[in-house]
């Protein structure tokens, strides 16, 4: 691993593999941070160096190794982090993005603000909602006005519900990298405004793409993937909805099944 730098003041890493002929840009979700992705997620990044893919990652302000409020983002800087990002990516190979829960809304808004030369997308358990209705905008707003900070009204499950591997929970749990507290009223009216962002363009999503979620997540709702994959444009598109899958699906019991159609389908376009 080496740092990279996007020219903003976040944690950037990259991951070489010998042989190059793609790269990846990965945004991890809510909570968490880019190196997970080395020793858990199935040693993902490790898995895609072996493939042939350079991996790119940034850990979001007030997340990993990135400076600032442990747990707090306005969404609207981090879709402009990833762009950024993405600007900063080296020209000459296909760039796959990947975006994992909260990553994978970002990188949804990503896409659908700028296709550029984007070659495969993968949207793992996004943290999309269904379109706002004006109550919750509004409450939404006073809130953050009140208190950017606060917790939202709403509970967050804990740890158990990332993945039905105990020993892995007990793993997470002990992490003192991971943020595992509530989501906090500015995330949670940006998350909202993001999402509307990304409903109302739609129509500029068509690049190749898959979606992937368990049905039984309780971090993310499965539906929201089901409502993206039917209305983005792109004539290649793929939704895998997993029976019993929680919401780290790569760190799941499930791990194998769904690492194996992760790799069936981004070898076949990458």
Do not use: C
């Not at 979620?213 to 409502?227: A, R």
């Amino acid at each position: 691993m080496s740092s990279w730098d996007i020219g903003a003041p976040v944690a950037g890493y990259v991951w070489r593999a010998a042989s190059p002929r793609a790269q990846v840009l990965l945004q991890h979700g809510y909570g968490e941070y880019a190196e997970r992705y080395v020793t858990q997620y199935s040693g993902l990044i490790p898995k895609l160096n072996q493939n042939g893919f350079d991996v790119f990652a940034i850990d979001l302000p007030g997340h990993g190794r990135s400076e600032g409020e442990r747990g707090q983002i306005d969404l609207h800087e981090a879709v402009d982090l990833h762009l950024k990002a993405r600007q900063a990516l080296p020209a000459g190979l296909p760039t796959v993005l990947f975006g994992h829960s909260l990553g994978g809304l970002i990188t949804a808004a990503s896409i659908v603000r700028e296709r550029g030369t984007i070659a495969a997308a993968i949207v793992s358990a996004s943290a999309m909602q269904t379109p706002s209705k004006r109550w919750e905008r509004m409450l939404s707003k006073i809130a953050t006005t009140i208190a950017p900070s606060g917790p939202m009204p709403l509970p967050r499950p804990g740890v158990e519900a990332l993945t039905r591997d105990k020993d892995l929970v007990k793993v997470i749990d002990a992490d003192p990298m991971m943020y595992t507290g509530k989501a906090k009223n500015l995330v949670a009216k940006t998350v909202l405004e993001i999402s509307d962002e990304v409903w109302s363009k739609t129509d500029n999503w068509k690049v190749p793409t898959l979606i992937i979620h368990g049905n039984k997540d309780e971090s993310t709702n499965y539906l929201n993937s089901m409502g993206l994959n039917e209305k983005i444009l792109s004539p290649d598109r793929k939704l895998i909805i997993y029976p019993g899958g929680y919401h780290e699906l790569l760190n799941d019991t499930i791990r194998a099944e769904v690492e194996r159609d992760l790799f069936d389908w981004l070898l076949a376009r990458v």
